[in-house]
Protein backbone atom coordinates (compact mmCIF):
# COMPACT_ATOMS: atom_id res chain seq x y z
CA UNK A 1 0.00 0.00 0.00
CA UNK A 2 1.33 3.21 -1.42
CA UNK A 3 0.55 6.73 0.43
CA UNK A 4 -0.03 9.86 -1.86
CA UNK A 5 0.06 13.36 -0.80
CA UNK A 6 -2.70 15.28 1.27
CA UNK A 7 -4.47 16.72 -1.81
CA UNK A 8 -4.68 13.94 -3.87
CA UNK A 9 -6.43 13.58 -7.47
CA UNK A 10 -9.92 11.44 -7.70
CA UNK A 11 -9.13 7.95 -8.69
CA UNK A 12 -11.73 6.21 -10.60
CA UNK A 13 -12.30 2.87 -12.18
CA UNK A 14 -15.42 0.90 -14.13
CA UNK A 15 -15.49 -2.94 -13.61
CA UNK A 16 -11.69 -2.45 -12.20
CA UNK A 17 -10.71 -0.60 -15.42
CA UNK A 18 -9.62 2.86 -14.99
CA UNK A 19 -12.09 5.02 -16.46
CA UNK A 20 -13.74 8.33 -15.39
CA UNK A 21 -16.79 8.45 -17.68
CA UNK A 22 -19.74 6.14 -17.94
CA UNK A 23 -21.99 5.10 -21.47
CA UNK A 24 -24.29 7.35 -22.42
CA UNK A 25 -27.01 4.06 -22.47
CA UNK A 26 -26.60 3.25 -18.70
CA UNK A 27 -29.40 2.67 -16.83
CA UNK A 28 -28.10 4.48 -14.15
CA UNK A 29 -28.30 7.89 -15.94
CA UNK A 30 -31.66 6.92 -18.16
CA UNK A 31 -33.47 6.26 -14.91
CA UNK A 32 -31.03 6.37 -11.79
CA UNK A 33 -31.24 2.34 -12.08
CA UNK A 34 -28.90 1.65 -9.14
CA UNK A 35 -27.44 1.98 -5.87
CA UNK A 36 -24.24 3.64 -4.50
CA UNK A 37 -22.02 3.26 -0.84
CA UNK A 38 -20.14 5.92 0.51
CA UNK A 39 -17.36 4.67 3.02
CA UNK A 40 -15.17 6.21 5.00
CA UNK A 41 -11.93 5.10 4.21
CA UNK A 42 -8.91 4.94 6.76
CA UNK A 43 -5.59 4.32 6.06
CA UNK A 44 -6.39 2.07 2.87
CA UNK A 45 -9.39 0.01 4.84
CA UNK A 46 -13.00 0.51 4.23
CA UNK A 47 -14.67 1.64 7.43
CA UNK A 48 -17.68 -1.13 8.25
CA UNK A 49 -17.36 -2.75 4.90
CA UNK A 50 -19.19 -5.91 5.42
CA UNK A 51 -22.17 -3.73 6.80
CA UNK A 52 -22.23 -1.17 3.50
CA UNK A 53 -21.91 -4.56 1.58
CA UNK A 54 -25.26 -5.76 2.94
CA UNK A 55 -27.43 -2.50 2.25
CA UNK A 56 -25.63 -3.07 -1.10
CA UNK A 57 -26.60 -6.38 -1.56
CA UNK A 58 -30.48 -5.56 0.23
CA UNK A 59 -31.02 -2.98 -3.13
CA UNK A 60 -29.95 -5.24 -5.52
CA UNK A 61 -32.70 -7.70 -4.67
CA UNK A 62 -35.16 -4.97 -4.67
CA UNK A 63 -33.84 -3.50 -7.91
CA UNK A 64 -33.65 -6.55 -9.70
CA UNK A 65 -29.90 -5.92 -10.22
CA UNK A 66 -27.53 -9.45 -10.09
CA UNK A 67 -25.02 -9.50 -7.36
CA UNK A 68 -23.31 -12.67 -8.54
CA UNK A 69 -19.06 -12.41 -7.06
CA UNK A 70 -20.48 -8.68 -6.78
CA UNK A 71 -18.35 -9.09 -3.20
CA UNK A 72 -15.05 -10.80 -4.30
CA UNK A 73 -15.07 -8.28 -7.94
CA UNK A 74 -15.21 -5.12 -5.39
CA UNK A 75 -12.41 -6.59 -3.41
CA UNK A 76 -10.30 -7.21 -6.87
CA UNK A 77 -11.50 -3.34 -7.34
CA UNK A 78 -10.37 -1.90 -4.17
CA UNK A 79 -6.67 -3.65 -4.58
CA UNK A 80 -6.29 -1.59 -7.79
CA UNK A 81 -6.81 1.95 -6.08
CA UNK A 82 -3.99 4.04 -4.08
CA UNK A 83 -4.73 4.52 -0.98
CA UNK A 84 -3.41 7.68 1.48
CA UNK A 85 -2.41 7.53 4.75
CA UNK A 86 -5.34 8.66 7.17
CA UNK A 87 -9.25 9.51 5.88
CA UNK A 88 -9.95 9.95 2.43
CA UNK A 89 -13.68 8.78 0.76
CA UNK A 90 -14.46 6.08 -1.18
CA UNK A 91 -17.82 6.32 -3.77
CA UNK A 92 -19.43 2.96 -5.19
CA UNK A 93 -21.76 3.18 -7.37
CA UNK A 94 -23.21 0.11 -8.69
CA UNK A 95 -25.88 0.69 -11.54
CA UNK A 96 -27.88 -1.85 -13.54
CA UNK A 97 -25.55 -1.63 -16.46
CA UNK A 98 -26.25 -1.06 -20.03
CA UNK A 99 -29.61 -1.32 -21.46
CA UNK A 100 -31.18 0.10 -24.24
CA UNK A 101 -34.20 2.90 -24.46
CA UNK A 102 -37.19 1.10 -22.16
CA UNK A 103 -37.47 0.30 -18.45
CA UNK A 104 -37.50 -3.38 -18.39
CA UNK A 105 -33.88 -4.91 -17.60
CA UNK A 106 -32.19 -6.10 -20.11
CA UNK A 107 -31.70 -10.19 -19.45
CA UNK A 108 -28.96 -11.10 -18.73
CA UNK A 109 -28.28 -6.93 -16.92
CA UNK A 110 -24.20 -7.03 -17.04
CA UNK A 111 -24.14 -4.19 -13.95
CA UNK A 112 -21.53 -1.56 -13.46
CA UNK A 113 -19.25 -1.27 -11.18
CA UNK A 114 -17.91 2.70 -10.62
CA UNK A 115 -15.53 3.43 -7.34
CA UNK A 116 -14.42 6.75 -6.99
CA UNK A 117 -11.87 7.61 -4.33
CA UNK A 118 -11.24 10.87 -3.17
CA UNK A 119 -9.90 12.95 -0.65
CA UNK A 120 -12.01 13.65 2.78
CA UNK A 121 -14.19 16.84 3.27
CA UNK A 122 -12.75 19.22 5.79
CA UNK A 123 -14.61 20.54 8.33
CA UNK A 124 -12.64 23.55 9.76
CA UNK A 125 -15.49 24.38 12.01
CA UNK A 126 -15.35 21.33 14.36
CA UNK A 127 -18.65 20.32 13.85
CA UNK A 128 -18.69 17.18 15.54
CA UNK A 129 -18.41 19.58 18.60
CA UNK A 130 -22.28 20.67 17.27
CA UNK A 131 -23.75 21.96 14.61
CA UNK A 132 -27.04 24.56 14.01
CA UNK A 133 -30.04 22.50 11.93
CA UNK A 134 -33.15 23.53 10.25
CA UNK A 135 -36.45 21.95 9.41
CA UNK A 136 -36.62 21.73 5.25
CA UNK A 137 -39.92 22.23 3.72
CA UNK A 138 -39.67 19.45 1.10
CA UNK A 139 -41.78 16.41 1.84
CA UNK A 140 -40.63 13.06 1.59
CA UNK A 141 -43.16 10.62 -0.39
CA UNK A 142 -44.28 7.37 0.86
CA UNK A 143 -42.69 4.46 -1.79
CA UNK A 144 -41.99 1.38 0.99
CA UNK A 145 -40.84 -0.02 -2.23
CA UNK A 146 -38.03 2.34 -2.54
CA UNK A 147 -37.29 2.90 1.65
CA UNK A 148 -34.30 2.13 3.00
CA UNK A 149 -32.21 1.33 0.14
CA UNK A 150 -29.62 3.65 -0.60
CA UNK A 151 -30.37 4.02 -4.29
CA UNK A 152 -29.82 6.60 -6.87
CA UNK A 153 -33.49 8.25 -7.28
CA UNK A 154 -32.48 11.68 -4.65
CA UNK A 155 -34.03 14.22 -6.41
CA UNK A 156 -36.16 14.76 -3.10
CA UNK A 157 -33.09 14.96 -1.28
CA UNK A 158 -31.47 17.54 -4.05
CA UNK A 159 -34.57 19.80 -3.55
CA UNK A 160 -34.66 19.95 0.22
CA UNK A 161 -30.82 20.54 0.64
CA UNK A 162 -31.05 23.35 -1.78
CA UNK A 163 -33.53 25.05 0.24
CA UNK A 164 -30.69 27.07 1.95
CA UNK A 165 -27.28 27.93 1.51
CA UNK A 166 -24.27 29.15 3.21
CA UNK A 167 -22.14 27.19 5.52
CA UNK A 168 -24.13 28.26 9.40
CA UNK A 169 -26.56 25.85 8.63
CA UNK A 170 -25.18 22.64 8.82
CA UNK A 171 -28.08 20.46 7.92
CA UNK A 172 -31.51 20.68 7.37
CA UNK A 173 -33.90 17.93 8.56
CA UNK A 174 -36.75 16.40 6.35
CA UNK A 175 -40.33 15.22 7.06
CA UNK A 176 -42.74 13.39 4.93
CA UNK A 177 -45.70 13.55 3.49
CA UNK A 178 -47.71 12.05 6.44
CA UNK A 179 -45.83 14.89 8.55
CA UNK A 180 -43.39 12.23 10.28
CA UNK A 181 -39.82 13.40 10.87
CA UNK A 182 -37.83 11.40 8.94
CA UNK A 183 -33.87 11.98 8.50
CA UNK A 184 -31.53 14.70 7.40
CA UNK A 185 -30.65 15.68 3.42
CA UNK A 186 -27.49 13.62 3.90
CA UNK A 187 -27.79 12.15 7.34
CA UNK A 188 -29.82 10.10 9.84
CA UNK A 189 -31.77 11.82 12.98
CA UNK A 190 -31.29 9.91 16.29
CA UNK A 191 -32.66 11.80 19.63
CA UNK A 192 -32.20 11.33 23.37
CA UNK A 193 -35.82 11.50 25.25
CA UNK A 194 -36.10 10.82 28.98
CA UNK A 195 -33.33 8.06 28.57
CA UNK A 196 -34.17 6.57 25.30
CA UNK A 197 -32.49 6.14 21.75
CA UNK A 198 -35.00 7.18 19.33
CA UNK A 199 -34.64 6.89 15.77
CA UNK A 200 -37.50 7.56 13.08
CA UNK A 201 -38.59 4.39 11.46
CA UNK A 202 -38.03 4.06 7.74
CA UNK A 203 -40.38 1.48 6.49
CA UNK A 204 -42.11 3.98 4.15
CA UNK A 205 -39.11 6.58 3.28
CA UNK A 206 -35.47 7.32 4.08
CA UNK A 207 -32.54 5.51 4.41
CA UNK A 208 -31.25 2.97 6.60
CA UNK A 209 -27.83 4.18 7.44
CA UNK A 210 -24.58 2.06 8.80
CA UNK A 211 -23.57 4.24 11.52
CA UNK A 212 -27.28 4.33 12.52
CA UNK A 213 -27.65 0.75 12.90
CA UNK A 214 -23.82 0.73 14.64
CA UNK A 215 -25.31 3.86 17.11
CA UNK A 216 -28.61 1.83 18.02
CA UNK A 217 -26.14 -1.38 18.78
CA UNK A 218 -23.92 1.08 21.12
CA UNK A 219 -26.74 2.69 22.36
CA UNK A 220 -28.40 -1.15 23.92
CA UNK A 221 -24.40 -1.40 25.16
CA UNK A 222 -24.56 1.62 26.75
CA UNK A 223 -28.36 0.40 28.44
CA UNK A 224 -30.11 2.44 26.76
CA UNK A 225 -33.81 1.32 25.58
CA UNK A 226 -33.93 1.53 21.78
CA UNK A 227 -37.20 2.99 20.43
CA UNK A 228 -37.57 2.96 16.84
CA UNK A 229 -41.20 4.98 15.81
CA UNK A 230 -42.89 7.70 13.94
CA UNK A 231 -42.23 11.11 15.19
CA UNK A 232 -43.56 14.53 14.56
CA UNK A 233 -41.40 17.82 14.65
CA UNK A 234 -42.40 18.41 18.22
CA UNK A 235 -41.30 14.96 19.77
CA UNK A 236 -38.07 15.84 17.89
CA UNK A 237 -38.07 19.09 19.53
CA UNK A 238 -39.12 17.86 22.99
CA UNK A 239 -35.64 15.59 23.04
CA UNK A 240 -33.28 16.04 25.41
CA UNK A 241 -30.25 15.55 23.34
CA UNK A 242 -30.43 15.66 19.23
CA UNK A 243 -27.36 14.39 17.07
CA UNK A 244 -26.62 13.18 13.14
CA UNK A 245 -24.93 10.46 11.43
CA UNK A 246 -23.66 9.06 8.56
CA UNK A 247 -20.27 7.14 7.53
CA UNK A 248 -18.41 10.20 6.62
CA UNK A 249 -19.23 12.20 9.98
CA UNK A 250 -19.68 9.84 12.40
CA UNK A 251 -21.69 12.04 14.87
CA UNK A 252 -22.57 15.39 14.95
CA UNK A 253 -24.32 17.09 17.90
CA UNK A 254 -27.15 19.40 17.24
CA UNK A 255 -27.13 22.33 19.66
CA UNK A 256 -29.65 24.71 17.68
CA UNK A 257 -33.00 23.47 15.74
CA UNK A 258 -34.23 26.49 14.37
CA UNK A 259 -34.37 28.65 17.26
CA UNK A 260 -34.53 25.98 20.03
CA UNK A 261 -31.04 25.57 21.46
CA UNK A 262 -29.62 22.19 22.85
CA UNK A 263 -26.82 21.12 25.15
CA UNK A 264 -24.33 18.61 23.51
CA UNK A 265 -25.49 15.92 26.36
CA UNK A 266 -23.40 12.97 27.89
CA UNK A 267 -25.11 10.16 25.68
CA UNK A 268 -24.35 12.00 22.63
CA UNK A 269 -20.81 12.06 23.83
CA UNK A 270 -20.54 8.89 25.24
CA UNK A 271 -22.03 7.31 21.76
CA UNK A 272 -19.69 9.12 19.52
CA UNK A 273 -17.08 8.06 21.40
CA UNK A 274 -17.41 4.53 21.56
CA UNK A 275 -18.60 4.94 17.58
CA UNK A 276 -14.82 6.55 16.49
CA UNK A 277 -13.24 3.29 18.78
CA UNK A 278 -15.99 1.00 16.73
CA UNK A 279 -14.63 2.71 13.12
CA UNK A 280 -10.84 2.28 14.34
CA UNK A 281 -10.84 -1.19 15.14
CA UNK A 282 -13.11 -2.33 12.14
CA UNK B 1 -29.43 17.30 -44.41
CA UNK B 2 -28.36 13.75 -45.25
CA UNK B 3 -30.03 10.24 -45.30
CA UNK B 4 -28.69 7.00 -43.92
CA UNK B 5 -29.31 3.63 -44.41
CA UNK B 6 -32.50 2.25 -42.96
CA UNK B 7 -29.78 0.36 -39.93
CA UNK B 8 -28.73 3.19 -38.32
CA UNK B 9 -25.65 3.58 -35.49
CA UNK B 10 -26.27 5.65 -32.55
CA UNK B 11 -25.42 9.55 -32.78
CA UNK B 12 -24.32 11.19 -29.44
CA UNK B 13 -23.82 14.69 -29.09
CA UNK B 14 -22.73 15.95 -25.30
CA UNK B 15 -23.09 19.57 -25.35
CA UNK B 16 -22.43 19.54 -29.06
CA UNK B 17 -19.41 17.64 -29.23
CA UNK B 18 -19.87 13.85 -30.03
CA UNK B 19 -19.33 11.85 -27.28
CA UNK B 20 -20.64 8.55 -25.98
CA UNK B 21 -19.73 8.73 -22.08
CA UNK B 22 -20.40 10.98 -19.85
CA UNK B 23 -18.34 12.24 -16.06
CA UNK B 24 -18.69 10.20 -13.30
CA UNK B 25 -19.26 13.26 -11.47
CA UNK B 26 -22.13 14.25 -13.56
CA UNK B 27 -25.22 14.79 -11.16
CA UNK B 28 -27.25 13.03 -13.40
CA UNK B 29 -26.15 9.45 -12.30
CA UNK B 30 -25.44 10.49 -8.97
CA UNK B 31 -28.78 11.62 -8.16
CA UNK B 32 -31.00 11.82 -11.21
CA UNK B 33 -30.51 15.30 -11.25
CA UNK B 34 -31.76 15.99 -14.64
CA UNK B 35 -34.49 15.45 -17.20
CA UNK B 36 -35.36 13.64 -20.67
CA UNK B 37 -37.77 14.02 -23.59
CA UNK B 38 -38.30 11.21 -26.02
CA UNK B 39 -38.66 12.90 -29.67
CA UNK B 40 -40.08 11.16 -32.60
CA UNK B 41 -38.16 12.54 -35.36
CA UNK B 42 -39.60 12.59 -38.83
CA UNK B 43 -37.60 13.30 -41.65
CA UNK B 44 -35.35 15.33 -39.43
CA UNK B 45 -38.05 16.91 -37.77
CA UNK B 46 -38.58 16.80 -34.39
CA UNK B 47 -42.45 16.24 -33.82
CA UNK B 48 -43.82 18.43 -31.37
CA UNK B 49 -40.86 20.36 -30.66
CA UNK B 50 -41.90 23.00 -29.02
CA UNK B 51 -44.69 20.99 -26.52
CA UNK B 52 -41.57 19.10 -25.42
CA UNK B 53 -39.15 21.88 -24.83
CA UNK B 54 -42.01 23.77 -22.64
CA UNK B 55 -42.44 20.36 -20.53
CA UNK B 56 -38.36 20.77 -20.32
CA UNK B 57 -38.36 23.85 -19.34
CA UNK B 58 -40.85 23.34 -16.42
CA UNK B 59 -38.91 20.74 -15.66
CA UNK B 60 -35.82 23.04 -15.22
CA UNK B 61 -37.40 25.38 -12.94
CA UNK B 62 -38.44 22.41 -10.36
CA UNK B 63 -35.31 20.87 -10.49
CA UNK B 64 -33.55 24.20 -10.24
CA UNK B 65 -31.26 23.49 -13.46
CA UNK B 66 -30.45 26.53 -15.53
CA UNK B 67 -32.19 26.91 -19.07
CA UNK B 68 -30.28 29.94 -19.85
CA UNK B 69 -30.37 30.11 -23.63
CA UNK B 70 -31.32 26.06 -23.46
CA UNK B 71 -33.58 26.11 -26.79
CA UNK B 72 -31.13 27.80 -29.10
CA UNK B 73 -28.18 25.41 -27.81
CA UNK B 74 -30.04 22.50 -28.79
CA UNK B 75 -31.32 24.01 -31.75
CA UNK B 76 -27.49 23.82 -32.78
CA UNK B 77 -27.03 20.39 -31.59
CA UNK B 78 -29.75 19.31 -34.06
CA UNK B 79 -28.16 20.91 -37.09
CA UNK B 80 -25.00 18.76 -36.23
CA UNK B 81 -27.05 15.40 -36.17
CA UNK B 82 -27.55 12.98 -39.41
CA UNK B 83 -31.25 12.10 -39.60
CA UNK B 84 -32.39 9.53 -41.58
CA UNK B 85 -35.01 9.79 -43.69
CA UNK B 86 -38.29 8.77 -42.25
CA UNK B 87 -38.63 7.85 -38.53
CA UNK B 88 -36.19 8.09 -36.22
CA UNK B 89 -35.85 8.45 -32.01
CA UNK B 90 -34.27 11.55 -30.50
CA UNK B 91 -33.39 11.20 -26.76
CA UNK B 92 -32.73 14.24 -25.24
CA UNK B 93 -31.21 13.97 -21.53
CA UNK B 94 -30.54 17.45 -19.79
CA UNK B 95 -28.68 17.11 -16.11
CA UNK B 96 -27.51 19.17 -14.13
CA UNK B 97 -23.90 18.73 -14.64
CA UNK B 98 -20.79 18.50 -12.78
CA UNK B 99 -21.12 18.74 -9.02
CA UNK B 100 -19.37 17.11 -6.06
CA UNK B 101 -19.82 14.58 -3.60
CA UNK B 102 -23.35 16.84 -2.24
CA UNK B 103 -26.54 17.20 -2.79
CA UNK B 104 -26.56 21.15 -3.18
CA UNK B 105 -26.35 22.26 -6.79
CA UNK B 106 -22.99 24.03 -7.52
CA UNK B 107 -23.11 27.88 -8.10
CA UNK B 108 -23.17 27.76 -11.19
CA UNK B 109 -24.26 24.88 -12.52
CA UNK B 110 -23.03 23.92 -15.92
CA UNK B 111 -25.89 21.68 -17.09
CA UNK B 112 -25.00 19.04 -19.85
CA UNK B 113 -27.01 18.59 -22.52
CA UNK B 114 -27.08 14.65 -23.94
CA UNK B 115 -28.92 13.60 -27.74
CA UNK B 116 -29.17 10.37 -28.06
CA UNK B 117 -30.46 9.78 -32.02
CA UNK B 118 -31.29 6.08 -32.67
CA UNK B 119 -33.63 4.04 -35.13
CA UNK B 120 -37.03 3.61 -34.35
CA UNK B 121 -38.16 0.52 -32.21
CA UNK B 122 -40.81 -1.37 -34.50
CA UNK B 123 -43.70 -3.12 -33.69
CA UNK B 124 -44.53 -5.99 -36.56
CA UNK B 125 -47.27 -7.19 -34.59
CA UNK B 126 -49.47 -3.79 -35.35
CA UNK B 127 -50.23 -2.77 -31.67
CA UNK B 128 -51.62 0.77 -33.70
CA UNK B 129 -54.54 -2.24 -33.80
CA UNK B 130 -54.96 -3.16 -30.41
CA UNK B 131 -52.58 -4.10 -27.67
CA UNK B 132 -53.21 -6.09 -24.30
CA UNK B 133 -52.61 -4.55 -20.48
CA UNK B 134 -52.19 -5.77 -17.66
CA UNK B 135 -52.17 -4.10 -14.14
CA UNK B 136 -48.73 -3.33 -11.81
CA UNK B 137 -48.61 -4.04 -8.84
CA UNK B 138 -45.96 -1.68 -8.36
CA UNK B 139 -47.81 1.93 -6.88
CA UNK B 140 -46.21 4.74 -7.23
CA UNK B 141 -46.05 7.53 -4.45
CA UNK B 142 -47.67 10.66 -3.96
CA UNK B 143 -44.83 13.27 -4.28
CA UNK B 144 -46.38 16.24 -6.04
CA UNK B 145 -42.52 18.07 -6.28
CA UNK B 146 -42.09 16.28 -9.03
CA UNK B 147 -45.35 15.06 -10.58
CA UNK B 148 -46.09 15.96 -14.42
CA UNK B 149 -42.32 16.37 -14.89
CA UNK B 150 -39.85 14.02 -17.05
CA UNK B 151 -36.81 13.51 -14.44
CA UNK B 152 -34.59 10.84 -14.19
CA UNK B 153 -35.47 9.16 -11.24
CA UNK B 154 -38.00 6.73 -13.03
CA UNK B 155 -37.32 3.59 -10.62
CA UNK B 156 -41.03 3.25 -10.00
CA UNK B 157 -41.36 2.65 -14.09
CA UNK B 158 -38.67 -0.18 -13.85
CA UNK B 159 -40.00 -1.87 -10.84
CA UNK B 160 -43.42 -1.87 -12.78
CA UNK B 161 -42.22 -2.75 -15.70
CA UNK B 162 -40.20 -5.58 -14.98
CA UNK B 163 -43.37 -7.53 -13.14
CA UNK B 164 -43.57 -8.93 -16.49
CA UNK B 165 -42.03 -11.01 -19.38
CA UNK B 166 -42.75 -11.57 -23.16
CA UNK B 167 -44.15 -9.22 -25.90
CA UNK B 168 -47.95 -10.80 -25.44
CA UNK B 169 -48.67 -7.64 -23.04
CA UNK B 170 -47.56 -4.50 -24.11
CA UNK B 171 -48.06 -2.42 -21.09
CA UNK B 172 -49.00 -2.33 -17.12
CA UNK B 173 -51.57 0.00 -15.84
CA UNK B 174 -49.58 1.77 -12.68
CA UNK B 175 -52.22 2.85 -9.45
CA UNK B 176 -50.51 5.27 -6.94
CA UNK B 177 -50.55 4.68 -2.79
CA UNK B 178 -54.40 5.92 -2.85
CA UNK B 179 -55.37 3.62 -5.50
CA UNK B 180 -55.58 5.63 -8.13
CA UNK B 181 -54.96 4.61 -11.57
CA UNK B 182 -52.10 6.61 -13.07
CA UNK B 183 -50.98 5.67 -16.61
CA UNK B 184 -49.22 3.01 -18.38
CA UNK B 185 -45.11 2.45 -17.19
CA UNK B 186 -44.48 4.21 -20.48
CA UNK B 187 -47.58 5.71 -21.62
CA UNK B 188 -50.48 7.93 -20.34
CA UNK B 189 -53.53 6.31 -20.15
CA UNK B 190 -56.94 7.70 -22.01
CA UNK B 191 -60.48 6.29 -21.94
CA UNK B 192 -64.16 7.22 -23.36
CA UNK B 193 -66.97 7.03 -20.86
CA UNK B 194 -70.35 7.84 -21.71
CA UNK B 195 -69.33 9.58 -24.18
CA UNK B 196 -66.35 12.32 -22.07
CA UNK B 197 -62.95 11.98 -22.70
CA UNK B 198 -61.03 10.74 -19.35
CA UNK B 199 -57.28 10.63 -18.21
CA UNK B 200 -56.22 10.43 -14.57
CA UNK B 201 -55.06 13.69 -13.03
CA UNK B 202 -51.41 14.18 -12.79
CA UNK B 203 -51.36 16.44 -9.48
CA UNK B 204 -49.53 14.05 -7.14
CA UNK B 205 -47.42 11.45 -9.65
CA UNK B 206 -47.28 10.61 -13.35
CA UNK B 207 -45.74 12.43 -16.49
CA UNK B 208 -47.59 14.78 -18.46
CA UNK B 209 -47.01 13.54 -21.71
CA UNK B 210 -47.06 15.96 -25.10
CA UNK B 211 -49.48 13.62 -26.77
CA UNK B 212 -51.61 13.32 -23.71
CA UNK B 213 -52.33 17.06 -23.93
CA UNK B 214 -52.19 17.07 -27.70
CA UNK B 215 -55.25 14.54 -27.64
CA UNK B 216 -56.99 16.56 -24.86
CA UNK B 217 -57.42 19.38 -27.48
CA UNK B 218 -58.32 16.98 -30.46
CA UNK B 219 -60.87 15.53 -28.28
CA UNK B 220 -62.52 18.78 -27.77
CA UNK B 221 -62.19 19.92 -31.31
CA UNK B 222 -64.50 16.09 -32.09
CA UNK B 223 -67.00 17.56 -29.25
CA UNK B 224 -66.10 15.22 -26.36
CA UNK B 225 -66.08 16.47 -23.10
CA UNK B 226 -62.40 16.18 -21.86
CA UNK B 227 -62.57 14.92 -18.12
CA UNK B 228 -59.51 15.14 -15.78
CA UNK B 229 -60.20 13.26 -12.33
CA UNK B 230 -59.05 10.76 -9.93
CA UNK B 231 -60.19 7.37 -11.05
CA UNK B 232 -60.07 3.79 -9.45
CA UNK B 233 -59.62 0.45 -11.60
CA UNK B 234 -62.81 -0.02 -11.69
CA UNK B 235 -63.50 3.10 -13.43
CA UNK B 236 -61.04 2.23 -16.10
CA UNK B 237 -62.39 -1.30 -16.40
CA UNK B 238 -65.97 0.19 -17.04
CA UNK B 239 -65.02 2.59 -20.06
CA UNK B 240 -66.23 1.84 -23.22
CA UNK B 241 -62.79 2.80 -25.15
CA UNK B 242 -59.47 2.71 -23.87
CA UNK B 243 -56.42 3.67 -25.05
CA UNK B 244 -52.82 4.14 -24.02
CA UNK B 245 -50.24 7.49 -25.91
CA UNK B 246 -46.60 8.54 -26.23
CA UNK B 247 -45.09 10.01 -28.44
CA UNK B 248 -43.31 7.11 -30.24
CA UNK B 249 -46.53 5.21 -30.37
CA UNK B 250 -48.78 7.64 -31.16
CA UNK B 251 -52.39 5.55 -29.91
CA UNK B 252 -52.20 2.74 -29.07
CA UNK B 253 -56.10 1.43 -28.28
CA UNK B 254 -56.82 -1.70 -25.87
CA UNK B 255 -58.31 -4.60 -27.02
CA UNK B 256 -57.58 -6.56 -23.08
CA UNK B 257 -57.14 -5.09 -19.89
CA UNK B 258 -56.45 -8.55 -17.75
CA UNK B 259 -59.50 -10.66 -18.76
CA UNK B 260 -61.92 -7.81 -19.67
CA UNK B 261 -62.04 -7.48 -24.05
CA UNK B 262 -62.81 -4.30 -25.52
CA UNK B 263 -63.44 -3.11 -29.30
CA UNK B 264 -60.97 -0.69 -30.63
CA UNK B 265 -64.15 1.75 -30.39
CA UNK B 266 -65.13 4.80 -33.17
CA UNK B 267 -63.31 8.35 -30.73
CA UNK B 268 -59.86 6.17 -30.24
CA UNK B 269 -60.19 5.53 -34.02
CA UNK B 270 -60.64 9.28 -35.33
CA UNK B 271 -58.23 10.77 -32.12
CA UNK B 272 -55.92 8.23 -33.67
CA UNK B 273 -56.30 9.82 -37.33
CA UNK B 274 -56.15 13.61 -35.87
CA UNK B 275 -53.07 12.69 -34.11
CA UNK B 276 -51.47 11.12 -37.57
CA UNK B 277 -52.55 14.53 -39.03
CA UNK B 278 -51.45 16.85 -36.62
CA UNK B 279 -47.98 14.87 -36.50
CA UNK B 280 -46.86 14.93 -39.71
CA UNK B 281 -47.91 18.41 -40.38
CA UNK B 282 -46.19 20.02 -37.07
Redesign the interface.
Known amino acids: MFTLPLLMQPQ?L?NGQAS??????????????GL?E?FLVIDGQPVFYQEHLQRLFRGCKR??IPSDCLDSLIQQDLQKLVYPAGRC?L?L?L?CGSGG?????P?PASPAR?L?L?SM?EYPDSPEDGIRVRWCQ??L???P??SGIK????????????EW?GTDIREGLVCD?RGFVIEG??SNLCFIHEGRFCTPALDQNGIEGVIRNQLMQLAVQQGLKVEVSNYTPQDVLSADEIFLCNSLIGVWPVVALENHQYAVGPHTRSLQAALTQRMVQC
Not at 20 to 27: M, V
Not at 101 to 105: A, D, E, K
Open positions: TIDAIGLSDRGLAYGHFTLGVKITRGYLTDIITPTQACQLLHLNRLEQVLARNHTTM
